[in-house]
């Protein structure tokens, strides 16, 4: 990957989306508190503007004003969450859609009010979060690669991307990251995602590296208001049997004397330097938990047995992106 980009950080960051409630409470100044830890560990962080309809923002400002360490942030703008803003509709295969807004007007506006929500005069990371499906990528990455000169932004991504679109993309502006989901429980990046963020020397960001917890072994059922319940790998018969299958899993991490989730994530960093797992905890202990991955070498035979357990397509339920 494009060492000059990340060279600040740990090649494992810090998701702050569930600062905002989607998997159970949470509390703003505890959630600070959070969100200084990671920072001060040198890990990067990953919000949206549309996190919290742009609260996770003001957390995160907040969090920087409170350390001398300098913070790196990842923000991303597309999901419109402000009622008088419009956009075009996106099926995202998780029971509801997305209104995703590309064009270089909104885009200007969504970076100028990320700046000013997040107190800092440059972005370090920032990626369209969808791409709009109704307007030219090439308009779109265009309008990001203006706040690059404009110094507003340091570097630019996409997320929840095709191959064709990150290729294409890197035509007209590098891109530095790709961010979509990656882990043992959701392995189809590697078909395509993969190779082409490899050809383009660019590093792989995975979003719920967790598995949106279930990696850890603590997920085993869901509050009726828990956002996860619309993830069809966590319903009904499928979150059964992949429940099942995580129990392989758990027996290797027992062997290594380590935890689930520290196992999923050094299966993650094993996979390559240019990816970065962003898990996500609304408490400091799990943060130092699963940054003490990094320190964990699984063995060949470790890997291929988890290739043995969990390849492509192995945990049940489908989702479209
Ligand atoms: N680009 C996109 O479209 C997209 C989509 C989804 C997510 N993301 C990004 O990816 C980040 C991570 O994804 P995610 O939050 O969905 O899932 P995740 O990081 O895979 O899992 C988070 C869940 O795991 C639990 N957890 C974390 N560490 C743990 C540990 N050591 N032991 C036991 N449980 C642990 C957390 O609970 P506690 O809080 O109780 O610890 C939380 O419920 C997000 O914060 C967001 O920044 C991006």
Redesign the pocket.
């Known amino acids: 990957m494009s060492k000059s980009n990340f060279a600040t950080i740990k090649q494992i960051g810090?998701?702050?989306?569930?600062?905002e409630g989607?998997?159970?409470e949470?509390d703003d100044s505890v959630a600070v508190e959070t969100l200084v830890h990671a920072i001060e560990q040198g890990m990067m962080i990953?919000?949206?503007d549309a996190?919290g309809a742009g609260h996770n923002e003001d957390l995160i400002s907040k969090a920087i004003q409170r350390t001398e360490q300098k913070a790196f942030v990842a923000t991303?703008f597309g999901i419109v969450f402000e009622e008088q803003q419009t956009g075009s509709t996106l099926d995202t295969g998780w029971g509801f859609p997305l209104t995703i807004n590309g064009t270089k007007e909104y885009v200007a506006r969504a970076i100028d009010n990320s700046l000013e929500r997040l107190g800092v005069e440059q972005i370090d990371l920032l990626?369209a979060?969808?791409l709009d499906p109704n307007v030219a990528l090439e308009e779109t990455v265009q309008a990001m690669a203006e706040a690059v000169k404009a110094g507003k932004v340091k570097a630019i991504g996409l997320?929840?991307v095709t191959a064709e679109q990150v290729l294409r993309a890197n035509e007209i502006h590098p891109i530095a990251a790709v961010?979509?989901?990656y882990?043992l429980?959701r392995r189809e990046a590697e078909t395509d995602i993969l190779p082409a963020v490899n050809q383009i020397g660019a590093a792989l960001?995975?979003?719920?590296?967790?598995?949106?917890?279930?990696?850890?072994?603590?997920?085993k059922e869901l509050d009726a208001n828990d956002f996860?319940n619309n993830n069809p790998k966590m319903q009904g018969d499928n979150f059964a049997t992949n429940l099942e299958r995580l129990e392989e899993i758990k027996k290797i991490a027992v062997e290594y004397d380590i935890?689930?989730?520290?196992l999923?994530l050094a299966w993650l960093v094993a996979q390559g330097d240019n990816i970065i797992?962003?898990?996500?905890?609304?408490?400091t202990?799990?943060?130092d938990?699963?940054l003490a991955a990094l320190q964990v070498t699984l063995s060949e035979e470790t890997l291929a047995k988890l290739n043995e357990i969990a390849p492509i397509g192995a945990f049940k339920g489908a989702t479209l992106?």
Not at 205 to 218: D, I, Q, R
Not at 277 to 283: A, E, Q, T, V
């Open positions: 810090y998701g702050a989306m569930g600062l989607y998997y159970g949470s990953d919000t949206a996190y991303k990626y979060h969808y997320s929840n961010q979509y989901e882990s429980f960001v995975c979003w719920s590296p967790l598995g949106a917890g279930f990696l850890t072994g603590e997920v996860r935890t689930p989730a520290q999923a797992p962003i898990p996500g905890s609304r408490k202990s799990r943060i938990e699963n992106v």
